[in-house]
């Protein structure tokens, strides 16, 4: 899992770089295809109840699970790609949003925000913590800047699929819920709303927008649980 996860985070790198003004949502798929044929890894996205691409590209009021396209960013968007890849059997899951070009004060908020949530809840990632303190943290985290968190979407456990017991939710009270234990693999990835938390799914199946037009973003980490405390999968 963790060369799986070293594979994601390389995807990120290269679609982040990619994600300029003028650039295509597929322009981002094309390049995460790259890596993953250079590594040698699969894709656990391309094919998954039907996705079309080894990336979900986001940007803006898309909260999750966008399909790369000809949309074309543009100078001020954020956009969060979420990714993962197989090696060996083994799954890696994780998410970033980035700015394309400058961006204003409430998109630069809105993301660093939605990446501290995810901060906090990574901080209480211990054997013998409860799930409901990792949500508690995000979402103490999220109210206090007076964002919404998403409550549709969650994350959930990975090893050798991609989506395992038990779901992670980005919300709840400490103290309760399952009890972590040294072993396990968490997808930890809070998605965030400038405006309401309300959710929508276009005809197409597949992308999450927000209700209100507001905009979202999205961070993921596969996260380790060890006698050493958490250990993050998905970095370089």
């Not at 594979?7 to 995460?32: I, N, Q, S």
């Not at 960013?73 to 799954?91: N, P, R, T, V």
């Amino acid at each position: 899992m963790r060369q799986a996860g070293r594979v994601v985070a390389e995807m990120h790198e290269v679609c982040a770089a990619a994600a300029v003004p003028g650039a295509t949502t597929a322009d981002l798929d094309r390049v995460a295809r790259e890596v993953l044929e250079k590594r040698g890894a699969r894709s656990n996205f391309l094919g998954y109840h039907g996705f079309p691409a080894v990336v979900c590209t986001s940007p803006n009021e898309v909260i999750v699970h966008g399909i790369p396209g000809d949309r074309v960013l543009s100078e001020g968007d954020i956009i969060s790609i979420d990714c993962g890849a197989i090696i060996d059997g083994w799954h890696a899951d994780a998410a970033l949003t980035v700015p394309v070009g400058d961006i204003d004060e409430l998109s630069r908020r809105l993301i660093d925000v939605t990446s501290a949530s995810l901060d906090a809840a990574i901080d209480k990632v211990h054997a013998d913590a409860r799930l409901g303190d990792l949500g508690a943290a995000c979402e103490a985290v999220v109210h206090a800047a007076g964002f919404s968190v998403v409550r549709e979407y969650v994350g959930h456990g990975i090893g050798t699929a991609m989506h395992e017991d038990p779901e992670v939710p980005n919300y709840g009270r400490a103290g309760r819920g399952m009890r972590l234990r040294d072993g396990m693999v968490l997808a930890i990835e809070p998605m965030v709303n400038a405006g309401e938390a309300a959710t929508r799914v276009l005809d197409d199946g597949w992308t999450v927008v927000t209700v209100d037009g507001s905009r979202s973003a999205h961070f993921e980490h596969s996260v380790a649980i060890t006698e050493h405390g958490p250990e993050i999968l998905t970095v370089p």
